[in-house]
Every structure is written in C-alpha cells, then in structure tokens.
C-alpha cells in the first residue's frame, strides 16, 4: 500500500523546520500568505535549501490573482525556475489559465520543460477551471507529476467526493493532492472520501509578535504565520495510520 504523506505550505523559513521535524515529506515554500502565495525571495529559497533536507517547491507565482500571464510575467516565471534549479529545489508549484480560465497547455508544457529535471505540481490554477475532468487530462497531458486542488471548492474538505472521483479518474497516472482548509480535525474524513495518497496543509497561526512596544494605532502590519508543530505531527500520525 502507498503511503500517505504531508506537504506543508511553509510561508517562512521557520516554518519549513518545523515541518521538516514533524514529519513531513515536502514543503511548498511561498510567501504572501493572504494572496494565496506569490513567489520568495531568493534569499528566502536559498535559506530554506540550507536549512533543511525534505522536498523543497517553491510556489512560481509572479502576482495574485488569476494565473493567466503576460509574456513579461512568463518570462519572470523562466527566471524564477532557473533559479530554483541553481539552489538545488526539488521542484517547483505553478499554475497556468487560458483567457477561458482552462489551463494554458502550451504555456504549461513550456514551463515542464523549463523545470526539467525538476519535478513540476499543477497548483489551484486547476481549481479555477471549467472542467475539472478535462483540466485533469490536460495537466496529464503537459507532464506534470501532481495537481494540488481543493476540489475547486473553498477548503479541500468540502469537496472530497468530487476529489475521489479526481483520484479515480487519475488512476496513477498522476497524483491528486487535496489542500486548502485541511486540518486534522477534518483529515480522517477526507482520506475515506478521496483516497489520496498526498496532502496539503500550512497548519498556520498566527506568531506572537515580540516588539517590546506595539502602536496599535499602525494596522497595515499584518501577520507573521507559521507552521503549527503539534498540528503537522497530528496529520502525519493519521496519515501514517491509514
């Protein structure tokens, strides 16, 4: 039987540690959180390789928003796989979109073959798509190994039976990777729904901020989110319980 594993979305070096140490087999590195993930930094990449063993897959998003680029944005996207190469990354998560929001599949093959040897995850750019069957054959198609999608609803858990169809239809020829909202509160279900082999989770809360003095009148900060230990050790005990 295959096992189940973990990816988690690691939205700073720290993060990537603790999910190094509580189990998990790859980390998603990306930054922009609240936007759903844009690309690191270079420092950000380079740091992360240096610091841990597991899996590393930066996120190749020049923007928020949809994912269907410019040539100018395509060729940031170029720039930003050579250099995840140059630092050793495993692979890279991306996403492609037509004007008709179906997968861009030229662009998507280009991008295969821009990566190589470098292993290549479809990301949510598949949850935006019309038809999450044809998108899946066409992703097939463009050679990637995995599609990270929520089932293309707003948490992986909402959807699992549309993801145990997805599972089906894949039928090994690529792996279905459920994410967004997935916690371990709601895992067990979600692997008797979808019978998936690899899951997503930042396991994010919110770090404590630890100025000695805080001007709560300033409100444009934001947060710093990092991965929850004992949330990613619970995830990988029930996958590798199942």
Known sequence: MTKRVLEV??????????????GAVRVELCDNPIEGGTTPSYGAIRQARESIGIDIYPIIR??????????????IIKKDIELCRELGCNG???????????????????????????GVTCNRAFDGTPDPFKALEDIIACGCERILTSGQASAAPDAGELLGKLVDQAAGRIIIMPGAGVKS???????????ATQYHSSARVV????????????????????????EVASMV??????
Do not use: H
């Open 207 to 230: 770090a404590p901020n630890p100025l000695t003095y805080i001007n709560t009148q300033i409100s444009d900060y934001g947060n710093v989110y990092i991965a929850d230990e004992n």
């Open 92 to 118: 890279i998560s991306v996403g492609t979109q037509a004007i008709d929001a179906e997968i861009d599949t030229e662009w998507l093959k280009r991008i295969v073959e821009w990566a190589g040897p470098m």
């Open 9 to 22: 979305c690691a939205f700073n070096v720290q993060s990537c540690i603790i999910a190094e140490r509580a």
């Open 237 to 242: 005990a029930i996958l590798n319980n199942n």
């Open 62 to 75: 020049p923007r928020s928003g949809n994912y269907y680029y410019s040539d100018e944005e395509y060729a």
């Open 185 to 195: 509160t709601n895992l067990q279900k979600l692997i008797e729904q979808s019978n």
